[in-house]
């Protein structure tokens, strides 16, 4: 009978210890990353009254991660060092990239509504450019439009146009104009040519004869009246 109470009380002691012991259990508790759009993040098991430790920053094409908040209207910033006591979610926050847009004029000027001279502008992710009011100018040369790449194989279009993850340039196309000549000798006409702008230009095989004298070659007067070698002349305005 003896040995029967000692069994159970032993039994009886066992069996206090164990809920002793899973009494003591600290509970696990579940922290959940909602990142909002942006790449997954794992949730993290937590003991009762133990921080987590801050998890690697999600990302989101267009956007910088800006912090994660207790709520899902972001109201308050969540510190780490908080003391985990129930399951919860927490809610990323982020801020919207902006971007620069280049105007590639290529030697051209293009102006804004204030005559003042533009060849960036600055957009969010995703947002829109307006077409310039006014198209570059480039002396002798005519504008052909905008384009997306600079080898010239795809027009620039405005309308469609949203701003992506990364800076955007469009360049202005030229076509070279032309320039009159014509040629005079004692005041009198001689020939005419049509010159075209921004090419190299070559010797003219025009040679007049007088009587007594030696051609020396042509030359034109400026704008400023001085008078100037015709093949340097048009060579600097080809430049332009």
């Known amino acids: 009978m003896k040995k029967n109470i000692n069994r159970l009380a ?7 210890t164990s809920l002793f012991v899973a ?3 600290r509970q696990q508790f579940t922290v959940s990353f909602d990142s909002q759009g942006g790449s997954e993040v794992a949730p993290i098991l937590v003991l009762y009254d133990e921080p987590i430790e801050k998890p690697e920053n999600p990302t989101k094409e267009g956007y910088s991660f800006d912090g994660w908040y207790l709520e899902e209207n972001l109201a308050t910033a969540y510190d780490f060092k908080f003391l985990v006591r129930e399951d919860f979610t927490l809610y990323a926050k982020w801020k919207i990239n902006s971007y620069v847009f280049k105007f590639e004029t290529n030697g051209g000027t293009l102006l804004d509504e204030k005559d003042e001279e533009i060849s960036t502008i600055t957009v ?10 006014s198209d570059p100018e480039k002396d002798g040369y005519e504008f052909e439009g905008w384009y997306a ?16 993850a990364k800076d955007t340039t469009i360049y202005a196309k030229w ?6 000549v014509r040629f005079e000798v004692d005041n009198l006409p001689f020939e005419e040519l049509d010159i075209e702008l921004g090419k190299p230009v070559g010797n003219f095989d025009l040679v007049p004869t007088k009587e007594g004298y030696t051609f020396l070659g042509w030359y034109v ?14 060579s600097k305005l080809s430049e332009k």
Do not use: N, R
């Not at 032993?10 to 206090?16: N, P």
């Not at 969010?124 to 450019?129: D, H, P, R, W």
């Open 175 to 180: 076509s070279a104009s032309t320039c009159k």
């Open 10 to 16: 032993l039994l009886i002691a066992i069996l206090l």
């Open 124 to 133: 969010e992710y995703l947002g829109s450019v307006t077409a310039p009011l």
């Open 149 to 164: 790449d600079s080898q010239f194989t795809k027009p620039f279009d405005f309308e469609d146009f949203k701003m992506p």
């Open 221 to 234: 007067t400026d704008k400023d009246g001085k008078e100037k070698e015709l093949l340097e002349y048009l």
């Open 23 to 25: 009494a003591c259990e």
